[in-house]
């Protein structure tokens, strides 16, 4: 379907982008123009956004409108940006705008760049006792190859969201989060009721 389809195209404009040396394939998927991205990658992307947004209910603007603000926000043409301000709930005006700041900015910085030398997880030789557990968790700065930043954390909230989920990504669960991971999914598994092999969690753990 449409989804499928879109998948395909940016595969395709991928494959693109590392002929053209505008993205990089190793030691994973770098970032390096900018403008490929706003005029290949970010169209695309903005068409995802539309799919997801549908599928939670969104109503009251066509899919030309709502592209236009996700590529431009605010700055769209006025008739959309019109529609989102009056005619949609709160709650999708947020995610309008939120996906709008993703994509224009948040993605294209954490994409461009590369894991392990400007981010990454703490390994556990790495992580101390008193240390906040937000840096045992999350990705924090690094000062170069496998050299994190002693105790600077990232400000941004999302962009802190969007480094972690590309360090898990690259560089997999430590044996600490999954054993993290087991521990809650053990205890969702004693709070629910019924047969245990039907228990959500059950579930869970099989589909794992």
């Given at each position: 379907g449409t989804?499928?389809a879109?998948l395909?195209?940016l595969?395709?404009v991928a494959?693109?982008?590392?002929e053209?040396?505008?993205?990089q394939r ?10 490929f991205?706003?005029?290949?990658i ?5 068409r995802?956004?539309?799919?997801w947004?549908?599928k939670?209910r ?5 899919d030309e409108?709502?592209l236009?603000y ?10 959309a940006?019109?529609?989102v301000?009056?005619?949609?709930s ?5 995610m309008l705008?939120?996906?709008?700041s ?6 294209p ?10 981010y990454?997880?703490?390994?556990a ?8 557990t937000t840096?045992?968790?999350?990705a924090?700065?690094f000062?170069?190859k496998d050299v994190?930043?002693p ?12 480094f ?5 990504r ?10 993290k991971v087991?521990?809650d ?6 709070m629910?009721?019924?047969?245990i092999e ?6 869970t753990f099989t589909?794992?």
């Amino acid at each position: 379907g449409t989804a499928n389809a879109l998948l395909q195209r940016l595969h395709d404009v991928a494959s693109i982008g590392f002929e053209r040396k505008v993205l990089q394939r190793t030691p994973h998927l770098i970032l390096i123009s900018l403008n490929f991205y706003h005029t290949q990658i970010k169209p695309l992307l903005c068409r995802w956004m539309l799919l997801w947004l549908r599928k939670h209910r969104l109503r009251y603007i066509s899919d030309e409108q709502a592209l236009a603000y996700l590529m431009f926000g605010p700055a769209a043409h006025p008739e959309a940006t019109a529609i989102v301000q009056d005619k949609l709930s709160d709650k999708f005006v947020k995610m309008l705008n939120l996906a709008h700041s993703w994509l224009a900015s948040v993605l294209p910085h954490v994409l461009s760049k590369t894991a392990r030398v400007s981010y990454g997880l703490l390994s556990a030789e790495q992580q101390q006792q008193d240390m906040p557990t937000t840096r045992k968790l999350l990705a924090v700065p690094f000062l170069g190859k496998d050299v994190p930043s002693p105790a600077s954390e990232f400000a941004h909230p999302d962009v802190v969201i969007g480094f972690t989920i590309l360090a898990y990504r690259y560089e997999g669960m430590r044996r600490s989060d999954f054993a993290k991971v087991m521990s809650d999914l053990n205890e969702q598994l004693e709070m629910q009721a019924g047969p245990i092999e039907r228990r959500p969690a059950c579930a869970t753990f099989t589909e794992w």
